[in-house]
């Protein structure tokens, strides 16, 4: 029988370990530094095998503050996040977690206990069907049936969650298969024949957009998360200068080509720059990188790109014509299409004119807002921020208001700094994310930028901060409301403030000294300038409480519906 | 339109699952399906009948397939030339004067006949799901007690006409 797809396992040793044996050298084969986890009942055994073996094990205080950590971790590393939870409610305490890694494309191992295979199906205590929960929110999942089968099935998720399009692949184990024994075998490879990621374009595609851009007046470039993804900083910045194409850049791409840059027009989108909207919607060539043309992005799709030929670049075939009808398809990962494309290069296009105009929108209809020196206006305070940290420091955030100002103000010149819940939109996301982050990355600054209402959703992750004493800064922007939602209630509902507004409060300072960390409340600019300067140079976590303008609303915007040019706001 | 998509998957617990949850997440609604291993019996193939407003539709379902990692081979086999065949048992009421009747009128439609008890005949009937649908209705007026269709499931001819048209979106 063919059963080529079973991985060609030869027996190094006769010897027999544990299941629980084989997950660490599961793990240390594809040199992990670090699991994110909380224990149980279904995982006493991998826990027990993870004490013997001294495995960097981070104990949130909760399974979502785990996942979200393996997030911030993967994000800025580029390698898999690793987390462990136990069976039935652990598992499940990780789904938000899932959802949001699956849609962001972030590349997550995840091992949950089982109750053991005998009593699977009979609704045992903490009995949860995991696998059957998460198969649509991740890219693949397992469940161990027998012990022997868990170094291919390791060695296969960390592939297919860190190739192609990432994303989160999870892995159940069954409480007995972590105590049964198999023979140490060797994975020499692995055979998936039902996953072979496209990686080098199709060259006539290639020359197809080559030949485009010569012919283009109004080119563009929209830039995404798979340029991060691929490592393509490099190929995209020598494509655009060659070419002289402005580029524009989706929420989750920022950093992926250079603020700083003159061919940088910032975030596109819902809450994008004038200059960027305006060169989505009026371009003649539309050249999308790695992104995925998501609604928040788009706008209504009846007036996105309507005079363009569009090109999209994507290494999920999937996402190529989904939304948006694409005359030049091409299927590749992101740095080597960008490099076949700067190797096959033909002559320039004539585009001083579109260029022309849109500096002209960029100088005339920047992102602006109105500051008065009584009060400490939100985007001020991201501003301050970038100044402090020189612009160097690992941002990120929750959703919702401080989210887009960040993105709009904290602007980015380096990759892997930015780290946001893009897709899912979750709460709470961003405080467990930086933790994460840290832990990847000790030598840079990181800075949770955190609403009011987010960081109460996961506050409790405070516990880890002061066991492993990561200097993580928390900048919470508040307003003593769910911002976003209270600026559509004003918007779209006539001012009826439904449940959006959270004037009670606990003292965040208080909070934080419960828990052993310095923090101080921020009232004004100096405050905040002086605060983070000290907490900067401390080298400790800090917790910083900035009271905001309440009502301050995030424009421009666009309203739901409506098209890229039809933004409001665009005057602050 | 309705399309007809085959689908070639590992033969583990769980694809078909993963198969109809993709469906259902992506709302794509299943008329019927049939799943039965091939010549290797490590291998499945699921045949799908399913409704989908345009051709964009009909790619994003077959792309979407193809991205699962124990789906092996998605086509979407409506516009190739193709054998499909759906079988049928419809319980059909009778008296002994319509018996031999029935018996008459199944024949052009190679039906036969399974199973015959005092009031009723269970017939079984294979082909396009045309003929199933002409046989019934033909048999409706005796009084259907009850049928059970299996769905369509096919394979493309082994000869292909050349097609040189090339689809605007299409990258598969």
Redesign the interface.
Known sequence: ???S?VADQKTVKSSLVSGAELFIQGLQKEKVEVVFGYPGGAVLPIYDALYKAEMKHVLTRHEQGAIHAAQGYARVTGKPGVVLATSGPGATNLVTGIADAMIDSIPLVIFTGQVATKVIGTDAFQEADI??IT??IT??NYQVQKAEDLPRIMKEAFH?ANTGRKGPVLIDIPKDIAVNTAPLKEVSNIH????QPTLKPNILQVKRLNEALQQAKRPVLLTGAGVLAANAEEELLAFAEYYQIPVAQTLLGLGGFPADHPLCYGMAGMHGTYAANMALYDCDLLIGVGARFDDRLTGNLEHFAKKAVVAHIDI???E???NV???I?I?GCARETLAALNQTRGEKGDSNEWMIQLSKYRSELPLTYKSNDKELKPQKLMEILHEVTKGAAIVSTDVGQHQMWAAQYYTFSTSNRWITSGGLGTMGFGFPAAIGAKVGRPDLPVVAVVGDGGFQMTLQELGVLQDWELPVIIVIVNNKSLGMVRQWQEIFYEKRYSHSLLEIQPDFVKLAAAYGIDGKRAENEVEVREALTAALSSNKPFVLDCAVTSDENVYPMIAPGKGLHEMIGVRG | MRRIISAT??NES?VL??LT??LT?RQFNIENITVGHTE???ISKVTLTVWVEDD?KA??LV??L???????KVRDLTNMALVSRELALIKVLTTPDTRSEIKMLIEPFRATVLDVSLESVTLEVTGDSEKVDALIELLRPYGIKEISRTGITAIPRGTQKKVLELH??S??
């Open positions: 029988m063919k059963a797809w696998v059957g198969m649509p890219k693949h297919i998936l024949p039902g996953y999920d075939p999937a190529i014509g989904k009808p694409t005359e398809p299927v | 998957v590992l769980g699952n993963r949850g993709l997440k290797d019996p490590a964009r790619e994003q792309k979407q193809h991205k699962q990692i124990n789906i092996l605007p979106y990258i598969m």
